[in-house]
């Protein structure tokens, strides 16, 4: 594959997410622009990534080959009717927001070289869950040259767009929803006589192995649960599923896509 130059249009947690996962797996492109109008974040940046170039004009990071909108939804389409003139047929363009939709962004673009990514934070480690999918009319081998650069963050899944924003809940969102039950764990582990590194090893040495347990195997979800007799928290199970659904469900409704 040809060399591509990269342009990110915002300069937030997902683009540094993406730096360090290419940066990870060596991958050298002709060049890299970063765009944001926060001039801190993009020194701060520069600072980690020597070899990208900043800017405050997102119509010079328009200019490259494949382009990462890493912006928030409200701000989107403002943006790409600021860009378009500088958008060819052949540029590629990567939408990592939910809510704008792949009809949304072709309307306003030349291009149909287009995908929608909900990105996993897990891509840090290269290990990232990302469904992604395409615009129809994309052209298939530039399609196949941009799946390779997506494998460099994790597993790319091809899913339905409309299906995309129930992703961002179920998987992008969801290390949120337990990381601070697992620092209480730990700090309760420490309380209770364990070293640090002692109760960090047992939480995670036990966390995947359930998680095989839940998913990897012929037992009923009743069948799992009964294999350990003692369950503290049985009684806050109700109030526990009767926050997710309120608080995710809402979450949803507000960041599917309005067509």
């Known amino acids: 594959m040809k060399r591509k130059t990269i342009g990110f249009i915002g300069g937030g947690r997902i683009t540094s997410i993406f730096l ?12 890299v622009i970063v765009c944001d109008p926060n001039k801190e974040k993009l020194l701060d940046l520069k600072k980690s990534y020597l070899k990208i170039n900043i800017t405050d004009n997102p119509e010079i990071a328009a200019k ?38 792949i009809h949304e962004i072709s309307s306003v673009l030349q291009t149909r070289n287009i995908a929608r990514m909900i990105p996993n934070a897990s891509s840090y480690l290269n290990e990232g ?27 790319a899944v091809e899913v339905e767009e409309a299906k995309l924003e129930a992703f961002a ?37 036990s966390l995947i192995p359930a998680i095989h347990l839940m998913y990897d195997n012929d037992l009923s979800y009743e069948q799992v ?16 599923t009767n926050m997710y659904r309120s608080s995710l469900l809402s979450v949803f409704e507000k960041i599917k896509p309005k067509i």
Request: charged fraction near 20%.
């Open 64 to 101: 490259q080959d494949i382009i990462f909108i890493a912006t928030h939804p409200p701000v989107i389409m403002d943006l790409l009717q600021k860009i378009a003139p500088h958008i060819t047929t052949g540029t590629w363009i990567v939408s990592l927001a939910p809510k704008i939709s």
């Open 129 to 155: 869950y990302n469904p992604v999918t395409y615009h129809p009319d994309f052209d298939g081998e530039l399609c196949n040259q941009l799946k390779d650069i997506f494998c460099l963050l994790g597993n």
């Open 169 to 205: 809940v179920v998987s992008a969102m969801l290390p949120t929803y337990f990381w601070f039950q697992w620092l209480e764990l730990e700090k309760m582990g420490v309380e209770m006589g364990l070293t640090k590194e002692e109760s960090k090893k047992a939480i995670r040495n």
């Open 225 to 240: 649960v009964d294999l350990i007799p003692v369950k503290p928290l049985a009684g806050f199970e109700t109030e526990f």
């Open 20 to 31: 360090h996962a290419f940066a990870n797996k060596k991958m050298d492109f002709n060049s």
